[in-house]
């Protein structure tokens, strides 16, 4: 419905930009009146929300073309111009959108709750050690990038219960497939739509991780074990390999020989020796898990939010370029960060010895 409405308001933007300032301006500050009536409506249910989207939809399409032409022109990047018009417009529906199916949504598979500034998804198939299948993986997606989307949240945590963070792809889902039916549907595909999201991702690992799951946790940006925490990746004893990168990034993390170990054996590691490998950055104790997690969530939360995807981005960088090639990029986003108002911020309030206080601009 988002898109809808969206190409909508572009559709109309480009027909005609001038009489679309002149609706925006009609119509008052349409960001703050969209994201107020919209809000409300969301604390009621996501179905009222995507309701009020269609009423919304319908009427700005019947109400622009009844605007009478020739209003005043402006700069492009003055608060009357149709550039900035269409863009206060599409943020004002998007970010209470976002909210409505990230935090209100009833999911099936997965529970969502915001504290703070820090988003928390935690798997939920509790009767299956929250095996992976495709509807949860659908609605994990659909809920980081949600989450992505609003300004308000700085990190995500993911996470799964005390037994299991995910005890592996659900093979149940899986296992008649054919080579044809695998190979048309690109059988896994979507599941690094995670590492799409811009903001840090955290794994937070309690129990088994093993095979998808594993490969789940690694495809977030750091991972925070229990002291239970198990890893592993035993497809090899299901008489196939790793198939949603396994293979290339437990290499990444612990080095060849070890991830042939792991790989080839099936067996798993404990949380001390993830640690020691370099599969994780700490382990805490299971039952303070999600506390420490969040810690380091909100403090990653705390800073510059363009600053913290430019960092993330370089880091992930390396992983793909050479050694000079991404030196090179380091330097082009260190420069970029420069262009920010944050980067004078907190600059400035090392010079003075005060808390910098980060607007994300």
Not at 49 to 68: G, Q
Not at 160 to 168: L, P, R
Request: proline share 4%; glycine share 6%.
């Amino acid at each position: 419905m988002m898109d809808i409405v969206e190409r909508n308001l572009q559709a109309a933007h480009a027909t005609d930009p001038q009489r679309f300032v002149q609706f925006c301006i009609k119509l008052r500050r349409l960001d703050a009146v969209i994201v107020v009536q919209l809000e409300a409506t969301q604390e009621q249910s996501p179905v009222r929300l995507v309701a009020s989207l269609t009423y919304f939809n319908l009427n700005f399409n019947l109400a622009f073309h009844k605007v009478s032409p020739n209003p005043p022109t402006s700069e492009p990047d003055s608060p009357s111009s149709s550039m900035f018009a269409l863009r206060q417009t599409s943020s004002a529906l998007r970010r209470p959108l976002a909210r409505s199916f990230a935090s209100k949504a009833e999911y099936e598979n997965i529970l969502t709750e915001v504290r703070g500034k820090v988003a928390i998804i935690t798997l939920h198939r509790p009767k299956a050690l929250n095996a992976l299948c495709s509807p949860l993986i659908e609605e994990l997606n659909g809920a980081a990038h949600a989450f992505d989307a609003d300004k308000n949240i700085g990190a995500i945590i993911i996470t799964g219960s005390d037994k299991a963070f995910a005890a592996g792809a659900d093979i149940k889902e899986m296992a008649t497939k054919s080579f044809v039916d695998a190979y048309k549907s690109n059988m896994f595909a979507n599941w690094g739509d995670i590492t799409k999201v811009s903001k840090p991702v955290i794994a937070a690992v309690n129990g088994y991780a093993l095979g998808g799951g594993c490969e789940l946790a690694m495809l977030c940006d750091l991972i925070i074990a229990g002291d239970s925490a198990k890893f592993g990746q035993p497809e090899i004893t299901l008489g196939t390999i790793p198939g949603c990168g396994g293979t290339q990034r437990l290499i990444r993390a612990v080095g060849k020989s070890k991830a042939m170990e792991m790989i080839l054996t099936g067996n798993m590691i404990d949380a001390q020796q993830a640690e020691r490998d370099g599969l994780v950055a700490r382990v805490v104790p299971a039952d303070q898990l999600l506390d420490e997690a969040l810690k380091t969530a909100n403090k990653i939360a705390s800073f510059s939010q363009p600053v913290v995807k430019m960092a993330k981005e370089a880091v992930n960088a390396s992983y793909e370029q050479s050694l000079q090639e991404g030196i090179k990029f380091e330097s082009r986003l260190f420069w970029s960060s420069f262009a920010t108002k944050d980067q004078k911020e907190g600059m400035a309030a090392f010079v003075e010895k005060r808390k910098a206080e980060f607007k994300n601009e």
